[in-house]
């Protein structure tokens, strides 16, 4: 705040938003060795990115689609290409952090053997054709048939499943709040690659209004708000960078409010049931719910997450889950599950998050297209539009009856659009989790191609660097381009055992410490050793039934930007999302942790208590 309040600073550019878009866009900048700062009215990640599936998937629906001439085949198989490449960027990035998961399509044998296997295969064989010339040396496996037994074997405890057979095919599942934050985190690292100009990050400050030159009317900077001191202050920026989400219009209207509404919000909605109905890293896809759709039933750190819908919203930072998308999950997970499963008996939490969907314009499509050097031929898009209505008629695909469209926002694009207005305003909407990196590198290559845009800018690198490292937490990058990819999951053993043995922490614990943190894992534990006295000792769990530990508390707080209980609870160490009534137990306890490292008063301690039980009431 200090360097961000400072009237010298000049900022090449002020990223609004901390969420996935504005974390790949401040990675991007800073490692290019461009100055930037990223402003959260909340917390990074407490928008959409905190609130996903959790899967950096290449997207198996969007290849279905595509196979079946469904909207635009070349959007979906652009969309595709990219995101196949990223999901490996994943693995890369934060190894100890996310990792592949297994997942079955239970069908018949016919459909296993005729539709799903050809389906993953060729999914497959595009994911290695996007992999061929990059030098990732991380992967997911390929798809295979699996036939009852093995079926029986790898899910003992489904019995619905065991007399069908199925496609085995693999994703990478990510850990999609703390993701966001080590990615943020990293680009706040001065010099962390040669000439990396370090972000300056602040949470809980808002956007409130641009400041224009009042000849040109182009933007020089911004107005912003700090909430925790309830202070306005002026920062000075040659750009702005709007990744505000689904608040997205609120900044473009602002710069110009003759302009048109672009954001759609799509809400989906996820549950999360006690452990034990999967084992660790697998899943299922129920590839058709009775609307068409596609829902993910995974393992996510022990417990079993199922999602997703998605429904037309209203904007807000706040959404509730409803009791009718709940009740559809469940009626869908009968399929699975049988009807004797005791879905509300088990059920732990419920939670939504709002997709900021975008309307792309013909411009915008010309503007990509010219971006990326490919033909634009208006013709294309009538024929295969033709093509595919005949084919939705008449077509069989390999033996299914091909479904209509779908209706509602599960229709619309998940493409980004990246939008340049006259003021200088750059806003970066939509797109998925999986491209946030890729997203980040677009927007920036189009700015510095911008030559009116990036006046003054003194890039040290021309081309992307993001692929290139990895993050904090991260074993030297120089493994992975060495191809010893079995030593990083040794280091990492071996990094486990020194936690159990030297530091007596349980292994189950010093497990989950090294999936969120890699090697800082050691430093949570220091931290915690640290502020331990006789009568509080911090190397313990937080709560009984997760693996978490309260150092955690600590070490977020001099490390991690936590300013409110909330901030723990839901995103550093992810109870909330897992289970509300433990959420509910720890938060007296993580108030209590919180008001002595950060000496609140009393008062404000009832005061922070009250307000991070009134937020988990949007968990059901
Ligand atoms: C239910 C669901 C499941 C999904 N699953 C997946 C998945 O499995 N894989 C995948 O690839 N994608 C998935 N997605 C999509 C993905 O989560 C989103 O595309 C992505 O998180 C959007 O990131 P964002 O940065 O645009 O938005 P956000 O994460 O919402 O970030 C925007 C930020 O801007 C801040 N902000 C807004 N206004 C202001 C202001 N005035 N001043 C300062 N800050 C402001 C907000 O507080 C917020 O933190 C899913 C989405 C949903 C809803």
Redesign the pocket.
């Known amino acids: 705040m200090k360097e961000i309040q400072d009237p010298k600073q000049e900022y090449d550019m002020l990223i609004?938003?901390?969420?996935?878009?504005?974390a790949g866009v401040a990675l991007e900048a800073a490692s290019r060795g461009l100055k930037c700062a990223v402003?959260?009215?909340?917390d990074?990640?407490?928008?959409?990115?905190s609130?996903?599936?959790?899967?950096?998937?290449g997207g198996i629906r969007y290849f279905e689609q595509m196979m079946k001439l469904e909207g635009d085949p070349f959007e979906n198989f652009a969309l595709l290409k990219e995101t196949l490449h990223e999901r490996n960027y994943f693995l890369m990035a934060a190894p100890y952090q996310n990792k592949q998961l297994k997942l079955l399509i239970p069908s018949t044998f016919l459909n296993s053997l005729f539709v799903y296997f050809p389906g993953c295969l060729a999914y497959h064989l595009m994911y290695l054709k996007q992999l061929m010339g990059s030098n990732y040396d991380v992967g997911v496996d390929g798809p295979s048939l699996a036939f009852k037994n093995k079926i029986r074997s790898l899910y003992p405890d489904i019995k619905n499943i065991h007399k069908l057979s199925g496609v085995l095919m693999h994703e990478t599942q990510m850990m999609?709040g703390r993701m966001n934050l080590n990615a943020l985190l990293t680009s706040s690292i001065e010099g962390f690659i040669p000439g990396m100009k370090g972000a300056n990050l602040a949470n809980y400050?808002?956007?409130r209004d641009y400041i224009k030159n009042a000849q040109t009317g182009k933007i020089e900077g911004a107005v912003l708000f700090d909430k925790l001191k309830q202070k306005e202050f002026k920062v000075r920026s040659k750009l702005v960078v709007n990744?505000?989400?689904?608040?997205a219009d609120?900044?473009r209207l602002k710069d110009n409010p003759s302009t048109f509404q672009r954001i759609i919000g799509?809400?989906?909605?996820?549950l999360i049931f006690k452990k034990g109905m999967l084992p660790q890293d697998q899943g299922i896809i129920i590839p058709k719910t009775r609307d068409g759709r596609l829902i993910f039933i995974l393992n996510y750190l022990g417990q079993t997450m199922v999602?997703?819908t998605d429904e037309k919203s209203p904007i807000t930072?706040h959404v509730q889950p409803d009791q009718t998308e709940i009740d559809f999950i469940i009626s869908e997970l009968k399929q699975v599950f049988g009807d004797d499963y005791d879905y509300q008996g088990n059920l732990e939490s419920a939670w939504?998050?709002?997709?900021?969907l975008v309307k792309e314009t013909d411009e915008d499509r010309k503007l990509k297209a010219e971006f990326l050097g490919i033909e634009t031929d208006p013709t294309r898009m009538s024929i295969l539009q033709k093509a595919s209505h005949n084919a939705k008629r008449s077509l069989i695909w390999f033996g299914t009856k091909i479904h209509g469209t779908k209706e509602g926002t599960a229709a619309i694009s998940r493409n980004h659009v990246i939008e340049f207005a006259p003021s200088g305003l750059v806003s970066v909407?939509?797109?998925?989790?999986?491209?946030f990196r890729k997203i980040g590198e677009e927007a920036v290559d189009m700015i510095l191609r911008d030559k009116a845009l990036s006046n003054g800018f003194e890039p040290k690198y021309k081309e992307s660097q993001t692929l290139n490292f990895a993050y904090i937490g991260s074993y030297s990058r120089a493994f992975a381009l060495f191809g010893i990819k079995q030593n990083q999951i040794q280091l990492f053993e071996q990094y486990e055992d020194h936690l159990v043995f030297n530091y007596d922490i349980p292994r189950e614990c010093a497990k989950s410490l090294i999936h969120s943190y890699g090697t800082l894992a050691l430093k949570v534990v220091q931290a915690g050793e640290q502020a331990s006295t006789k009568q509080r000792k911090l190397n313990e769990r937080l709560h009984p039934e997760f693996p978490f530990l309260k150092s955690e508390i600590i070490y977020a707080i001099k490390n991690e930007m936590v300013e409110k209980p909330n901030d723990i609870v839901c995103r550093r160490v992810p109870i909330g999302v897992l289970s509300k009534q433990a959420a509910v137990q720890i938060m007296p306890e993580v108030v209590e942790i919180m008001a002595k490292e950060k000496r609140w008063s009393n008062s404000q301690k009832k005061q922070e208590l009250e307000e991070a039980l009134a937020n988990l009431q949007f968990i059901k």
């Not at 609004?16 to 504005?22: E, W």
């Not at 609130?51 to 998937?57: E, F, V």
């Not at 909407?429 to 491209?435: I, L, N, Q």
């Open positions: 609004v938003g901390g969420g996935a878009n504005g402003i959260d009215s909340y990074f990640a407490s928008g959409t990115s609130r996903s599936t959790k899967m950096a998937h999609d400050v808002e956007f990744c505000a989400g689904i608040h609120e900044l799509a809400k989906g909605t996820h999602g997703t930072h939504a998050g709002i997709r900021p909407m939509g797109g998925k989790w999986t491209t």
